[in-house]
């Protein structure tokens, strides 16, 4: 309309029909939203579950990059979505987006358009409702994991410490928090409960780990839990959980002391405690080709790996390989309190068997000494005098090295053992797609029927001086043969030991092969293919040494 002056008001005109918008909506183009994204996410800041100031710019950022279509699909997703018990919902925002990334990209490697996800059974959130009016604790919802408490309301000291949280596997994959919770409490106070969850299905992963306040509860929970019927043909599967802190790095020059490595890692990582090397048995001056980075918490050390292990990132221009080092359960008190073999490394190629067994034959009688690369097997007759061998002699120098001594681990259980190789196996496969592009479709990951086989992996043949086969303390030979090489033959070397944890050891093959430097996706290939081969033929890099 025109004005006294005949200027014509700046006021815009509303066309009828259009929707009212909220004043947040001119932000949202101004940050750089396509219209149609901007109006939609409009749409959700009208009924509450969403405030502009609840985004950040990371969030923000992502719906501008996200294709339109792919945008508005994201914004539906969220908006269906139960928000409850989510404090942080630009982060669950950007794991919806996440989601919808990966399901786009599988739909499209099979040539398929992704179908909607199928209605999916929630929990019972009356239920839950009732549990944290009476607990007091809180819930906190994203898109991998739903965490129940941590702290407990008013606790006042420190965090539960290690042995305090279990595992609990083989979880109904529609069983949430309301069916858990009582379960557990039964055992004692819990810290924390923490559901993983699948994005992916929305349905959980089939686990939890439950972090209770003190270790007796988390003991108790074993006990009572292991084995326990949730429901009919359904049992849970509980142990005491290690959280990791240690990772495996191969192909890394011979030649670096642990000083260097331990300086470069430092530099790409956050959180770097300790560095373990093992060295050559040839050569002590030199490394085995890998080394342990053992980091502060699981999360540094997460945060490492996945830094880490993008293939992007070279050292001392070398094209890393990082896993996890596998844990293993430490045996317990009353078990090692019958061990009488101790386990010795670091020995060199003078030191013979029968050296060996003068040595610590002056300690006591000494029933067999088996020598494998640079370490060995004693077996005693006696607890006692193989205990007070150890102390005398553990740091000792012998054969110009100074030797380790420790009482040797017994073998663990052999279908756990098969669990890490179908694992590890799964993750080799993986890095070969991420690292070269491509899948092998002929790439056998088992041997052939009735072949012997142990394990192929990031962590040597023992854990902590594990003992057993008829070869570790004499009689009988290798088994099987050999797997071809892209380098050429060999036997696989000792195993290694951390004196710091149940974390053990060193891999069969070194890493580094006759040229350091750079290689190939071809070439890492090839070198994920050993691991592959190594666990068909038969060797053992990955399961400790079984049946003493």
């Given at each position: 309309m025109a004005e006294g002056n005949g200027e014509v008001s700046e006021e815009p005109m509303k066309i009828e029909g259009e929707p009212e918008r909220t004043e947040d909506y001119q932000k949202l183009l101004e940050y750089g939203l396509d219209e149609k994204v901007?109006?939609?996410?409009?749409?959700?800041?009208k009924?509450?579950?969403?405030?502009?100031v609840d985004l950040d710019e990371r969030a923000l950022d992502a719906l501008k990059e996200f294709p339109v279509d792919g945008a508005l699909n994201v914004l539906g997703q969220f908006l269906d979505s139960n928000l409850e018990h989510v404090s942080n919902k630009?982060?669950?925002?950007?794991?919806?987006?996440?989601?919808?990334?990966?399901?786009?990209r599988a739909g499209s490697s099979q040539g398929t358009t992704t179908p909607a996800p199928a209605p999916v059974k929630g929990p019972d959130e009356e239920k839950i409702k009732q549990i944290l009016d009476r607990t007091g604790y809180t819930l906190d919802v994203t898109t991998g994991q739903r965490k129940y408490g941590g702290p407990p309301p008013g606790w006042d000291g420190s965090p539960p410490g290690a042995g305090c949280e279990v595992f609990c596997g083989k979880i109904p994959k529609d069983m949430y928090e309301d069916e858990l919770i009582p379960l557990f409490e039964a055992c004692g106070t819990i810290w924390d409960l923490r559901l993983m969850m699948d994005p992916m299905t929305g349905t959980n992963r089939g686990y939890a780990f439950v972090t209770f306040t003190t270790r007796e509860a988390a003991q108790l929970a074993v006990q009572k839990l292991d084995n326990h019927e949730i429901k009919p043909g359904k049992t849970l599967k509980i142990n005491i959980s290690v959280p990791n802190l240690r990772l495996f790095v191969g192909n890394i020059p011979k030649s670096k002391g642990k000083e260097e490595i331990l300086e470069e890692f430092g530099k790409l990582t956050a959180g770097l405690m300790e560095v373990i090397i093992y060295s050559s048995p040839d050569d002590k001056k030199k490394n085995r080709g890998f080394c342990f980075l053992e980091y502060e918490s699981h999360k540094a050390a997460s945060l490492a790996k996945r830094r880490l292990g993008t293939g992007r990132i070279k050292v001392w221009g070398c094209d890393i390989i990082v896993d996890w080092a596998d844990p293993q359960e430490e045996p317990d008190e009353q078990t090692m309190s019958k061990v009488k073999?101790?386990?010795?490394?670091?020995?060199?190629?003078?030191?013979t068997e029968e050296k060996l067994k003068e040595a610590f034959e002056a300690y006591g009688k000494v029933e067999r000494v088996k020598k494998i690369k640079d370490y060995a097997f004693i077996h005693f007759e006696d607890r006692e005098n193989a205990?007070?061998?150890?102390?005398?002699?553990?740091?000792?120098?012998m054969g110009g090295s100074n030797i380790e001594v420790s009482l040797a681990k017994p073998p663990s259980d052999k279908k756990k053992k098969e669990e890490i190789l179908r694992a590890r196996e799964r993750r080799m496969m993986q890095m070969m797609q991420v690292r070269g592009g491509m899948m092998p479709g002929s790439m056998p990951l088992r041997g052939q029927p009735g072949q012997a086989r142990s394990g192929a992996g990031m962590r040597g043949p023992m854990g902590r001086g594990d003992y057993g086969w008829p070869w570790a303390w004499g009689g009988g030979?290798?088994?099987?043969?050999?797997?071809?090489?892209?380098?050429?033959?060999?036997?696989?070397?000792g195993p290694g030991r951390s004196s710091r944890g149940p974390w053990g050891s060193t891999p069969n093959r070194s890493w580094s092969g006759p040229r350091q430097g750079k290689f190939t996706s071809f070439s890492f290939i090839k070198l994920c293919l050993v691991f592959v081969c190594d666990a068909a033929n038969g060797i053992s890099s990955s399961l400790n040494v079984e049946s003493c």
């Open positions: 901007a109006a939609k996410l409009d749409e959700i800041y009924t509450g579950k969403l405030a502009h630009s982060a669950y925002l950007c794991g919806v987006m996440k989601t919808y990334r990966q399901k786009s073999v101790l386990y010795v490394r670091n020995l060199t190629q003078e030191i205990v007070k061998a150890m102390e005398e002699l553990d740091g000792k120098e030979t290798w088994p099987g043969r050999w797997a071809p090489s892209p380098w050429g033959g060999g036997q696989p070397s």
